[in-house]
């Protein structure tokens, strides 16, 4: 017991709290990312993004450097537009490098009502504002 | 009273940990299918077009937490080989360096390697914005990481969870004899 203080039990408690908070979403896969904040509004279903997917093909720094990503939810105010225009998703889901903008529903294929977020099991969703 | 809250934390850790799944199935089953996890719409029109999480993910190294997967084992064994850039004009840069910090309160000090981050992201993810490369100059706690902030924008996100305390803080304080900050000699714990 010497190394353990106050801190140590207060860390623990917080920790048995974040995770308490975060098992109701743990159907999901480990960092999947809802995007519903214009898609259900437009008469689509919500965006799924797997980050475990995307991580097989890209490495973190192509879509959060060189894409410009922010890493927060909801943070990069994605619309169709700019994906069209090259933008975000759209320098690589334009044919070339991913599948093009034409198949609406790979992406567009969540359940309605889904709130914009990070989701997923395997203990994931801490208490943060990612 | 404090003791009582004591042992509840412990009790309440020890199930929760207890009723995490367990590594020994590496069948494509220890993955929920997508028309069953919650968020995918199993009446969407292109839902059997997309990837199943079990049939990509039990092909690589298995872990107990996160997609269940050793990402960075994975990359380094050359079971993925995801690409590191579009633009082909984009510099690719990895370092090797181990840092280790030593205030770290009760728990073990903590070694940071760069090689397994830079193989995954850009010196710009991290610097300067949420960590500054002065070693030391940044100056966050692990209630900050709890919160999201510093280690815990990715860990507890999208990279291994907070519960595996011993991934991080894996120097026993007891018996390390060596300096503290950045290390000389590379090729520390990936």
């Known amino acids: 017991m010497k190394r353990t203080g106050r801190g140590f039990w207060r860390l623990m408690m917080a920790l048995a709290l974040a995770l308490s908070l975060g098992m109701d979403a743990a159907m999901a896969e480990y960092a999947d990312v809802v995007l519903n904040s214009q898609a259900e509004a437009q008469g689509v279903r919500p965006v799924i993004y797997p980050h475990w997917f995307h991580r097989i093909r890209f490495r973190c720094k192509v879509c959060h450097n060189e894409l410009g990503f922010q890493m927060k939810v909801g943070a990069n105010n994605i619309d169709m537009n700019k994906i069209l225009d090259g933008k975000f998703c759209g320098m690589c889901h334009n044919g070339d490098v991913a599948w093009g903008t034409e198949f609406c529903d790979r992406c567009h294929s969540g359940l309605p009502g889904l709130k914009t977020g990070i989701r997923g099991g395997s203990k994931s969703t801490g208490p943060g504002e990612y | ?190």
């Open chain 2, 1 to 190: 009273m404090n003791a009582l809250l004591k042992w509840l934390a412990v009790i309440w850790a020890v199930l929760l940990w207890s009723a995490a799944p367990l590594p020994a199935v590496a069948g494509p089953e220890k993955w929920t299918p997508l028309e069953k996890d919650g968020l995918h719409d199993p009446q969407g029109p292109a839902i059997h077009e997309l990837q199943q999480p079990g049939e990509a993910l039990s092909q690589m190294p298995p872990d107990s937490v996160g997609n269940q997967v050793r990402w960075v084992e994975a990359l380094r064994k050359g079971v993925i080989n995801p690409r590191t850039n579009i633009l082909p004009e984009t510099k690719i840069q990895v370092l090797d360096q181990d840092l280790i910090y030593g205030n770290t309160g009760d728990n073990w000090f903590v070694l940071f390697p760069h090689k397994a981050h830079t193989e995954w992201l850009d010196c710009a993810n991290c610097h300067e914005g949420v960590f500054k490369s002065k070693f030391g100059a940044t100056g966050f706690k692990m209630m900050d990481i709890l919160a999201g902030k510093a280690c815990g924008q990715c860990h507890g996100a999208v990279s291994f969870p907070l519960t595996e305390c011993r991934r991080c803080h894996s120097i026993d304080p007891g018996t390390f004899k060596g300096k503290l900050g950045p290390q000389q000699a590379a090729g520390g714990k990936p």
